[in-house]
Structure formats: C-alpha cells, structure tokens
Nanobody, 124 residues
C-alpha cells in the first residue's frame, strides 16, 4: 500500500527554522518526482518545491527561494523540506506528494500520491 507520512510541523517564531520530513512506504521513491505543497486557510493549495526524477532539477516558488531547501534520501525512502527564516505568511498545512510522471512538476494535478499534511504555524 502506497503511503506518505509527513512529520515535523510545529509552532515556530518568525525567523525560526523547521525541517519537514516525508516518509514513503509501499513503494520506492527513487524513480518518482517529489514535491511539497502548502495550503493556508481560505487559499488554494500551492506548490512550494519539487525535484525532477528526470534530471534532478529543482523548482522553488518565488516566495520561498533562498529560504527553503528540498532534498531527498533514496536510501531512507524519504524526502525533506528545510525551512529557514520563516515568516508568518508561511503558516499553512504542508503536504508532501509524489508523481509517477517523468519530469519536474509543480501543479497539484500532476501528483498522484499525497500525505495527510502537517501544520506549520509561524507566530510570535
């Protein structure tokens, strides 16, 4: 059974850091494109970052460039989102996702499997 489980969400002060993890089970992540999305209350789900399974190229949303870093560890069958210099506008539920397609993707419909989400709240 394909399953993605996020962890690492928390309440953090502005300027702080968090590392989100996404553990995969039931399949090998190695050949999948991966991504992180977020959804704030009253807003649509948006792509934060993704990694291509074709050439390893990385996408970052403009709002997180220079602050967030995506990475993967195929040996651990997991991937991560390091979030630094967090801002109140980063507050959202964060979701990890994988795509069986070949390439680099950042639209939600291009991803096939999703985690349950983890809450990130940035507030003083």
């Amino acid at each position: 059974q394909v399953q993605l489980v996020e962890s690492g969400g928390a309440l953090v002060q502005p300027g702080g850091s968090l590392r989100l993890s996404c553990a995969a089970s039931g399949f090998s992540l190695e050949y999948y494109a991966i991504g992180w999305f977020r959804q704030a209350p009253g807003k649509e789900r948006e792509a934060v970052s993704s990694i291509s399974n074709r050439d390893g190229s990385i996408f970052y949303a403009d709002s997180v460039k220079g602050r967030f870093t995506i990475s993967r560890d195929n040996a651990k069958n997991a991937f991560y989102l390091q979030m630094d210099s967090l801002k109140p506008e980063d507050t959202a539920v964060y979701y990890c996702a994988t795509s069986e397609r070949y390439g680099r993707f950042y639209r939600a419909y291009e991803f096939d499997h999703w985690g349950q989400g983890t809450q990130v709240t940035v507030s003083s």
